[in-house]
């Protein structure tokens, strides 16, 4: 058994150990987690980084694009909205527009979401912006598993790669690996079988997506859990699956309800799958407003455990000759 962040810390020492053009720029060391990064591999792999998340993207896409495998740490996902010019507006569009002759193997890595009187400038969730933007793909980890799994298959990557971890995931613990190493992406999994609704849940909302599902047990509600894994891209077919047994969809993720992950999952399976579904699909999402810093508020405002439990029950009460 591992923690998320420790199970992270050894990850990041397995592939640079592995592949020599594996450099970390940002701020990522954590010596209550083993041993220090700059311990390992000295100055030259773990960079000395400036405050200025612009100058680290820029840094870093110009040494991918000389060869290199750099991996740059945000810490918090909004600093990341620092760098926008680069994340968003070059290192997406190389391959394109080089006609796939030019690779931009980079690691984008931050954590977000909100995590407990962060406020509004420290607490948001990126996925649905970085999901607008083609060239990206988009990894969300929800336990050491996952980190084991993904982090090799990431850095391997020829394109620019985000990989967002939800704050409340670093203390919480698991395997390691019980599916082996270097998961493809746009394969999900089925955290837990069921017959009665799909909940899809992102990053630490399996969790309490899996919480959810156990409380809905005890009212005769048998749900079913699917972790996609990697958003860009999106196993569909396993939702899908899901969805044309069960009839019904939640979509549980920190990202705001309008234009957030749930509206494209949501919008993506409405289409595909219209005609299994017996209910509306239920969206569990951050209201539209900024993250509010009082700690009495912040949990209002973001989903959990008992907004996905309400939204299952919804979908399952559904009856369509009775809506109004």
Same mark, same amino acid.
Not at 277 to 286: C, D, G, H
């Given at each position: 058994?591992?923690?998320?962040?420790?199970?992270?810390?050894?990850?990041?020492?397995?592939?640079?150990?592995?592949?020599?053009?594996?450099?970390?720029?940002?701020?990522?060391?954590?010596?209550?987690?083993?041993?220090?990064?700059?311990?390992?591999?000295?100055?030259?792999?773990?960079?000395?980084?400036?405050?200025?998340?612009?100058?680290?993207?820029?840094?870093?896409?110009?040494?991918?694009? !000389?060869?290199?495998?750099?991996?740059?740490?945000?810490?918090?996902?909004?600093?990341?909205?620092?760098?926008?010019?680069?994340?968003?507006?070059?290192?997406?569009?190389?391959?394109?527009?080089?006609?796939?002759?030019?690779?931009?193997?980079?690691?984008?890595?931050?954590?977000?979401?909100?995590?407990?009187?962060?406020?509004?400038?420290?607490?948001?969730?990126?996925?649905?912006?970085?999901?607008?933007?083609?060239?990206?793909?988009? !990894?969300?980890?929800?336990?050491?598993?996952?980190?084991?799994?993904?982090w090799p298959a990431?850095? !391997?990557?020829?394109?620019?790669?985000?990989?967002?971890?939800?704050?409340?995931?670093?203390?919480?613990?698991?395997?390691?690996?019980?599916?082996?190493?270097?998961?493809?992406?746009?394969?999900?999994?089925?955290?837990?079988?069921?017959?009665?609704?799909?909940?899809?849940?992102?990053?630490?909302?399996?969790?309490?997506?899996?919480?959810?599902?156990?409380?809905?047990?005890?009212?005769?509600?048998?749900?079913?859990?699917?972790?996609?894994?990697?958003?860009?891209?999106?196993?569909?077919?396993?939702i899908l699956q899901?969805?044309?047994?069960?009839?019904?969809?939640?979509?549980?993720?920190?990202?705001?309800?309008?234009?957030?992950?749930?509206?494209?999952?949501?919008?993506?399976?409405?289409?595909?799958?219209?005609?299994?579904?017996?209910?509306?699909?239920?969206?569990?999402?951050?209201?539209?407003?900024?993250?509010?810093?009082?700690?009495?508020?912040?949990?209002?405002?973001?989903?959990?455990?008992?907004?996905?439990?309400?939204?299952?029950?919804?979908?399952?009460?559904?009856?369509?000759?009775?809506?109004?």
């Open positions: 058994m591992a923690t998320y962040l420790s199970a992270l810390h050894q990850t990041l020492i397995d592939v640079m150990r592995a592949d020599d053009r594996v450099m970390v720029l940002g701020q990522f060391d954590s010596p209550a987690e083993g041993p220090r990064l700059t311990d390992v591999f000295g100055p030259d792999r773990l960079l000395p980084s400036p405050v200025s998340e612009l100058a680290l993207a820029g840094a870093a896409l110009g040494a991918a694009l !000389a060869g290199m495998r750099p991996i740059v740490t945000f810490g918090i996902g909004s600093f990341m909205l620092n760098a926008w010019e680069q994340v968003i507006n070059e290192a997406p569009h190389f391959r394109y527009m080089s006609g796939g002759q030019v690779e931009v193997p980079i690691v984008l890595h931050a954590a977000g979401g909100a995590r407990g009187a962060g406020g509004a400038q420290h607490s948001h969730s990126l996925q649905a912006m970085l999901w607008n933007t083609p060239g990206l793909r988009i !990894a969300m980890p929800a336990s050491p598993s996952d980190v084991r799994g993904l990431a850095v !391997a990557d020829p394109n620019p790669v985000v990989m967002l971890d939800g704050r409340h995931l670093y203390p919480t613990t698991g395997p390691e690996s019980d599916e082996g190493s270097n998961l493809p992406f746009g394969k999900g999994r089925v955290r837990r079988t069921g017959t009665d609704v799909t909940i899809v849940a992102t990053s630490w909302l399996v969790g309490q997506a899996l919480a959810a599902a156990e409380e809905l047990s005890r009212d005769g509600i048998d749900a079913e859990v699917i972790d996609p894994r990697t958003l860009v891209p999106l196993d569909e077919d396993l899901s969805v044309g047994k069960t009839g019904r969809l939640v979509v549980a993720d920190e990202t705001h309800l309008s234009c957030g992950v749930g509206a494209e999952i949501a919008a993506r399976i409405g289409h595909r799958a219209f005609r299994q579904l017996k209910a509306p699909i239920e969206r569990v999402a951050t209201a539209d407003v900024p993250i509010p810093f009082s700690p009495a508020l912040e949990p209002v405002v973001v989903p959990g455990i008992s907004r996905i439990v309400e939204a299952a029950k919804r979908a399952t009460a559904y009856e369509p000759n009775r809506a109004t």
